[in-house]
Structures are given as C-alpha cells and as structure tokens.
C-alpha cells in the first residue's frame, strides 16, 4: 500500500494582544475547510496555527494589566484555542513563540543565515509603526500624511544600529521563481502586486532590534533580539521540527499553503521565500491571501474594516452563543469570498441563516425524519438493495465543480453549487410531490419519494462535511447509510453502492420529532 500523500496547512500566526475578531476567524475556518477536505480524499494533513508574542505590543499589554508578558502570552494561548475550538477548527499543532523550541529553531535558523553570509551589521533610519511593528518607506509616509495605511496610526522615526537581511541580493532569483512557479502567489492579484514590489526593487531589512528584554536573542550578539517578523515566520518550521527533529521536518516541509491576510503578503513573498533561499530549503508551495471582513452598519449602510488597533472587533463567540458555531462557518464561507473581501452585518446573517440553514437543509432534514418516523415506523422496509430515483442530470459534474472550487479556495462558490444542489434537485422534488400528503393516500409511492429524499440528504451532508462538520455528521448519522461517516469522502457521492439494508431512522427523536438543527431566528 503507497503512503498516504501529505500536505502541510499553515494559518498567519496572530498577535495576542487581545482576543481574535471575526477577520481572524474568517482565515481560519478557510484553512480548516482545506484540512477537512484534504483528510476527506485521503491526506495526511499537518495543520498549524500559532500566536505571535515576541512583540512590543505584547509586551506593553502585559504590562499594563500588571502582568508578566510569558505569563499574560500563555493565558491569551488559552483563549485563542478555546475560540478556535468553538468553531471546529481542526488543527493539528500550536505555536507559542515564546515557547523554547520556538526560540531553539529561531535561533539556529538565523545562526545559519548568518555563516552563510546573508546577514550584516549597519544603522538603520526610516518610519515605524508599532502596530505592523515593521519599518515603511518615506513614500509610505508621505502618501499617508504620516500616518500608517494599515493601523491609521502616526510613523515614529526610528534610527538605530542593527543587523541587515540582503534581500537586495535576491530580487532576481525571487522574480525567477515567480516565473518558474506561477501558482505560487494566489490569488492573481496579489501575484501581480508582488511582481511589481520586487521589479520596483527589494531593500535589505533590518531584522533586529535594540534594548528589548521581551524577544528571541541574536545568537551571534546578545545585545541584539530578532525583529518580530524574521522570527514569527519561523513558526512554521518550529511546529515541525526544525533542528530538532529531521525526519519530521523533511516529511511535511515544504508546506503546501500558507493561508494570510492580504496586508501581509509582501512578508511572505519577498521576505520569507528569500530567506529559505539563504538558509538553502525550498520556499512553500503556494501561499494565498485572503480578503478583509468588513463590518456593515445595518441602518447607514457604511463598511468598517474589523480591526484590533482602530478597537471595533466582533467577537466570535458573540455569534457562536446567538446562533451556533456551525451558523458561523457558513455564513463566512458562503458570503464572503475568500480572496477578495466580505461585509458582516447581524441583519444579513440572520436572514442567510432562516433562508439557507433554517428553511433549506433544516427544514428538509426535520421532514425527512418526521415523515418516516410517523408513517412507517421509522424504516422504509423494502429499500435495502435498491437506488432512489436520480432527480439531477449530471451529480458527477457536480462534485468535481465543488472539489474544483475547494481546491481553489473558492469556497462561497463552492457552497453555491451545494446549496443548489440541495434546494434545487431536493427542496423542489419534495415541493412537487409533497410527501406529507401523498403518504395519506399512496404510502408506497411516499416511500420512494422519500428514500430519494433521504439520498440526496446522504450527498448533500459529504458534500458540507468539510464546511459543517458538526450538522453534517447529525444529519448522517440520522440513518444507516452503510458507510462510517469518518470514512466517507467526495467520492462515495457518486459511487454510493446503495443501501444494504432497509433505510431506517436511527436518531434519537423527541416525541417523535427531530430536534431542529436550525431552529428559526423571528
């Protein structure tokens, strides 16, 4: 039996200074729907998150709730994770920056960039902004009126001795490997963003800093910590070994995504695979940049970016507890497309949550089980061996739409082809041959009417496995379909065998009723 092929998933490692907001979580249901659907076709799937704490800012946070800043990073660790959790993202490691195999790998890997004489001493004198907690150009500051593009915040002049990176030496073998692979920046319009940052010309970069207790040491000069950015790439390598462990770092790197923000881009093309050049490892297979959340005011209309510095987060867990984890996950990836930009408004998720999961996939699932449970006992005797009647010309055109859109990372577009999967073959079927009344005077024709039902639920839940983990589970498990639900994947669509034995209902009711997987928000 060949090995399993492996695929390694990375998320931005976020900065701990206060709780995720729904940007972030935007990002990492998009990599866990990846995970999902990577571990359903048969990968075997590392998928690493982490956080960011060797950071000014986070130190300034902890010091002004008066605690120690590894003491404070560990605590925001927690939350992080129990959010994370909430919404069923499915990863594999986490990364504390502050951890000692953090600072192991981090330590050895600039060590290593250094003998290979890539990095040297200098002074330093530019813009700074706390909250990127990186360096901009005197155009930045100009065409801003100094102020930061991102945080909105004023530039700091900062002059300082320090160690450079030579990016400036990479330029064009980093133009090179974009030619070479075109895939690699995604989507298309950040690939041409990168082309003309690294055309315009790469600066090298300070990757130190001066007088900070809070950070990684320089090996070489323990006067000096590592910049935050140099070190908080290398958690990626930190979560599978690097230096400590060469058989695990050899298995999943390089990775095969690296999922962030598209304010970030530019540190994880130009800086990052250059400094994989310089160390003598291969740059990542693809790293994609997702779009921003914006928050839509219900009554004006108006879209503001969620954002942690301008203090006008949505928290989570505040839409998890109104309505329910799996409610989040789709909405994100239904009304937002994933490389470009989304709005979050509590009117539009109340009325995509009625309209799709409530009425849609809620109301069919609860019929379904209903139907059966009270005219037959809760099993359609007579079906085992047999196929329901198809009622979609082509459902293997269709999978692969849905996987084609997956892998792509077109996940609004790909729960628009299930969803008409499910309201248009289902839904309409069902509202043409209106079982609940058809099983008061022909039970057998009812019968087969809803054993198609109940196929095209079977299809519609591996398809929403990797986008609704919990509901999609629920509302298989609900019959004996024949395969494990652990082991079924986008293939079993459509070489479903048919049912081994008679379809029955295997849920557990109350008072002969479905609890409602979506119950309607009034």
Known sequence: MSAKPRFFITTAIDYPNSRPHIGTAFEKIGADVQARYRRM??????????????????AKRAAELGRAPKEYCD?????????????????????????????????QFIQKVFESGHIYKGSYDAWYCDGCESFKTD????????????????????????????????QDRLLKF???????????????????????GLQDVNITRQGQSWGIPVP??????????FDALLTYFTGIGYGTDDAQFQKWWPANIHFIGKDITRFHCTLWPAMLMAAGLEPPRVVFSHGFVYRKDDKTGETIKESKTLGNVTEPMDIITKFSSEA?????????????????????????????????????????????????????????????????????????????H?????????????????NDPANQFADKNEPWKLVKTDKDAAKGVLNTLAEQLRIATILLKPFLPRSSETIYRSFNFGQPWEEVSYRDVTAYPGQKEALRIVAALEGGKVKPLFPRIG
């Open 75 to 107: 605590d925001m660790a927690r939350q992080f994770q129990e959010v994370w959790r909430a919404l069923d993202i499915s990863f594999d490691e986490f990364v504390q920056t502050s951890e000692p195999r953090h600072f192991r790998c981090a330590g």
């Open 178 to 200: 974009y030619e070479d692979n075109p895939t690699f920046i995604q989507p298309e319009i950040r690939r041409n963003e990168m082309y003309a940052l690294a055309r315009s």
């Open 139 to 170: 155009t930045d500051a100009k065409e801003n009126n100094g102020l930061c593009s991102i945080h909105k915040t004023p530039l700091v002049r900062r002059n300082e001795t320090c160690y450079f990176f030579a990016l400036s030496k990479f």
């Open 406 to 422: 997956i892998e792509a990372c077109q996940y609004n577009q790909a729960l628009e082809k299930v969803w008409r999967q499910i």
């Open 328 to 404: 989040f996950r789709y909405y994100f990836m239904r009304e937002c497309p994933f490389p470009g930009d989304g709005d979050f408004s509590w009117q539009r998720f109340t009325d995509l949550y009625n309209a799709d999961l409530a009425n849609n996939l809620g109301n069919l699932y609860s019929r379904v089980v209903t139907l059966v449970t009270k005219n037959y006992g809760g099993c359609l005797e007579g079906t085992a061996g047999t196929r329901p009647t198809e009622i979609q010309s082509d459902l293997g055109a269709t999978v692969r739409q849905v996987q084609g």
């Open 41 to 58: 076709e048969g990968y075997d799937v590392h998928f690493l998150m982490g956080n960011d704490e060797n950071t000014v800012k986070v």
């Open 220 to 229: 070489f000069d323990a006067e000096f910590t590592i910049w935050v950015w």
